[in-house]
């Protein structure tokens, strides 16, 4: 009976590790992060063709395209008819970055604007509110299961 036990040397842990299981992939390749930089995919095709709107309004906001030397992980992922010879674009997607202190004073501005819009709807609708008839009023249930007799 000795002889068919397994030194504990000799057993590995990867007999017990658990099998890997498939997901997707994922439809943008990951960035490697530089410190103090935004990145951002910037659509630059729509259907086929020049979404060149889009983009020229993305470049006047402060994104710049990242170029392959910055990111040399990319090289493999590059779509070869590409407009964007030492850039990175990936299905009609260009990886731009920019510095991220213009990106939070971008979100900070888009929050005070919508701020803004939810104050103005909210004081509209409460300007036909009627103290006698309110839009909003607390109301509190109760329930009660008899006096136990």
Same mark, same amino acid.
């Given at each position: 009976? &000795?002889?068919?036990?397994?030194?504990?040397? !000799?057993?590995? #842990? $990867?007999?017990? +590790?658990?099998?890997? /299981?498939?997901?997707?992939?994922?439809?943008?390749?990951?960035?490697?992060?530089?410190?103090?930089?935004?990145?951002?995919?910037?659509?630059?095709?729509?259907?086929? &063709?020049?979404?060149?709107?889009?983009?020229? !309004?993305?470049? #006047? $906001?402060?994104? +710049?395209?990242?170029? /392959?030397?910055?990111?040399?992980?990319?090289?493999?992922?590059?779509?070869?008819?590409?407009?964007?010879?030492?850039?990175?674009?990936?299905?009609?997607?260009?990886?731009?970055?920019?510095?991220?202190?213009?990106?939070?004073?971008?979100?900070?501005?888009?929050?005070?604007?919508?701020?803004?819009?939810?104050?103005?709807?909210?004081?509209?609708?409460?300007?036909?509110?009627?103290?006698r008839m309110p839009l909003f009023s607390e109301r509190k249930s109760s329930t009660s299961f008899g006096n136990g007799s």
């Open positions: 009976m &000795a002889e068919n036990r397994i030194p504990r040397e !000799a057993q590995s #842990r $990867e007999q017990a +590790e658990r099998p890997k /299981t498939w997901k997707p992939a994922e439809l943008l390749p990951e960035v490697v992060r530089e410190p103090g930089y935004a990145y951002h995919w910037v659509r630059v095709t729509l259907n086929g &063709a020049p979404d060149q709107r889009n983009f020229s !309004a993305k470049l #006047r $906001e402060g994104w +710049e395209p990242v170029t /392959t030397s910055e990111q040399p992980q990319m090289r493999m992922f590059l779509d070869p008819t590409s407009r964007f010879k030492d850039n990175i674009e990936v299905g009609g997607l260009l990886l731009c970055k920019s510095p991220q202190e213009l990106v939070d004073q971008r979100n900070a501005h888009y929050a005070d604007q919508n701020r803004q819009q939810v104050e103005g709807v909210d004081s509209n609708y409460m300007r036909q509110s009627d103290r």
